[in-house]
């Protein structure tokens, strides 16, 4: 990659507050993100990583703050194409999928940003689905009801599901929380793929630091929603620097 490139930021938060009542649950946080690069974003629970993504995703304003993501700044795009084109895995979401729904038709239903197919599939979009499964190793769930499999599987079919969007941002909101040792060795395999040969950014949050693949090289650290340290993985990544954040 040459420097120019490397240098484009995908996500530039500046200065970002956001208060509920009085409170504020994030305050002055400022993060560059840059192609090529992917992040984990590590924090004690309540420290404001999911409100900050929201953010980073366009389903939230900062009460102050700039926000630019993929070179658009809020309040100057509209943010429901912008929202197309990041993908979003989260515990929450897999209370959405239709029990009934096979875990194919769940991954389709990514391409639509629908939690349901309302529409005729396209073959293309069968088959890039199908690709999606194997390339997570879960093509053997494809006709099951996505209430049977497991949750790891679960995970993968909400990634695949993301996936099939082509995102550029590709939002991992703890993964592997609730996942048996295999399940998560599996899965956080799977992350080190998508950051290998896909195109997204990928954001991995997780207060597991043990959960960061090598292919994440960098790290952005909130307390109490403010930035406590951010930086390259191999400077900042170390049980001094864990212990005074979990504190
Ligand atoms: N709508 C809201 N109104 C009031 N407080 C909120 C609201 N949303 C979040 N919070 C508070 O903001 C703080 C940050 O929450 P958030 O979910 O972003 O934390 P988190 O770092 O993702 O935590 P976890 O690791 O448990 O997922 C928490 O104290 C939470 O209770
Ligand atoms: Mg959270």
């Known amino acids: 990659m040459n420097k120019k490139e490397s240098d484009t930021a995908i996500v530039e938060l500046l200065n970002n507050t956001l208060y509920r009542g009085q409170t504020s649950i994030l305050k002055n946080i400022s993060w560059k993100i840059n192609q090529g690069e992917h992040w984990a974003l590590i924090g004690p629970n309540g420290s404001g990583k999911t409100t ?45 999928i239709p029990a009934h729904q096979k875990a194919l038709a769940a991954v389709i239903s990514g391409k639509y940003s629908s939690f349901g197919i309302y529409q005729k599939v396209l073959d293309k979009d069968k088959i890039k689905a199908i690709q999606l499964l194997k390339f997570l190793r879960c093509l053997h769930i494809k006709g099951m009801e996505f209430q049977h499999i497991s949750q790891g599987e679960k995970q993968k079919v909400l990634i695949a599901r993301a996936l099939i969007a082509e995102p550029l941002i590709l939002i991992l909101d703890e993964p592997c929380s609730a996942l048996d040792l295999k399940s998560r060795k599996d899965v956080l395999s799977s992350v080190s793929k998508i950051c290998r040969e896909n195109n997204a950014t990928v954001i991995y949050v997780t207060h597991h630091f043990d959960e960061i693949v090598p292919e994440i090289k960098n790290i952005f650290m909130i307390k109490k929603g403010r930035n406590f340290m951010h930086g390259k993985a191999k400077d900042i990544l170390n049980v001094s620097n864990i212990k005074r954040l979990m504190a």
């Open 52 to 96: 900050l993504l929201k953010i980073v995703s366009g389903s939230l304003w900062p009460s102050s703050g700039e926000v630019k993501v993929l070179g658009h700044k809020f309040g100057k795009v509209d943010l429901r194409e912008l929202r197309k084109k990041i993908g979003m895995v989260a515990s929450y979401l897999t209370e959405q």
